[in-house]
């Protein structure tokens, strides 16, 4: 099954105040470019096809750190023309720019520092020995949702029509998905405010690896 990864980067950062959050560094990179190394290191060459960010502008910042940042496999970067109505529309993007092959996509938010390859693999692994028919994603310690997703074929259409900024947990809700649960939680922390990015950098940029799961 060709499985692909998206990556969310179209977003407005309002809680972040007026600095665009995936810009802000972290561990000596741009946040979003270390995340999106993070997931590139996936190599699962019979599940994984290649990794796609959304942006909200092909000449934008967060567009020229990505393609001067020397990530390797190259990326394919995709513009939502619709940013401003919300990360639906970004999922959406991302979805409809999918090869006609594609049987699964992992969606995963531009601002999660700590994601690793091997979360995203045993994710894949799971999805598949579930039978790749069901949405999957981890769960923290307390059973909370987290972040990334696996989405099947099956659901591309839902997905394609997204609007507004509820993006795809709404969808989850309502149907029976696959779960791994999460070793340490911080694996799936995001960045919301300048508070969150403080606070990561100095809890876990030494202390989360590559392969925990």
């Known amino acids: 099954m060709r499985v692909e990864i998206v990556v969310l980067a179209a977003g407005r950062s309002r809680r972040f105040g007026e600095a665009d959050k995936l810009l ?18 996936v190599q699962m060459a019979d599940h994984e096809a290649g990794v796609t960010v959304v942006v909200d502008d092909t000449n934008g910042s967060v567009a020229k750190a990505l393609r001067t940042a020397g990530l390797d496999p190259p990326l394919t970067i ?28 992992v969606v995963v938010p531009g601002d999660m520092p700590f994601v690793s390859a091997g979360l995203i693999k045993a994710l894949i692994a799971a999805f598949v020995a579930d039978g790749g028919t069901r949405p999957a994603y981890p769960v923290l310690a307390d059973g909370t949702q987290a972040n990334p997703v696996i989405w ?29 649960v999460l070793k340490d939680d911080q ?27």
Do not use: H
């Open 24 to 41: 802000a560094p972290f561990d000596g990179e741009p946040l979003i470019v270390r995340t999106v190394r993070r997931v590139a290191r």
């Open 78 to 105: 995709v513009v939502n023309e619709r940013a401003d109505d919300g990360m639906g529309t970004s999922i959406a993007a991302g979805i409809a720019s999918l090869a006609s092959i594609t049987g699964a996509v």
């Open 152 to 180: 099947p074929r099956a659901y591309f259409g839902k997905l394609a029509a997204l609007t507004g900024d509820k993006g795809g947990k709404g969808l989850l809700a309502t149907q029976s998905c696959c779960t791994i």
């Open 187 to 213: 694996l799936a922390s995001d960045v919301d405010t300048p508070d969150d990015l403080a606070m990561l950098q100095t809890v876990g940029k030494s202390t989360i690896g590559e392969s925990t799961v």
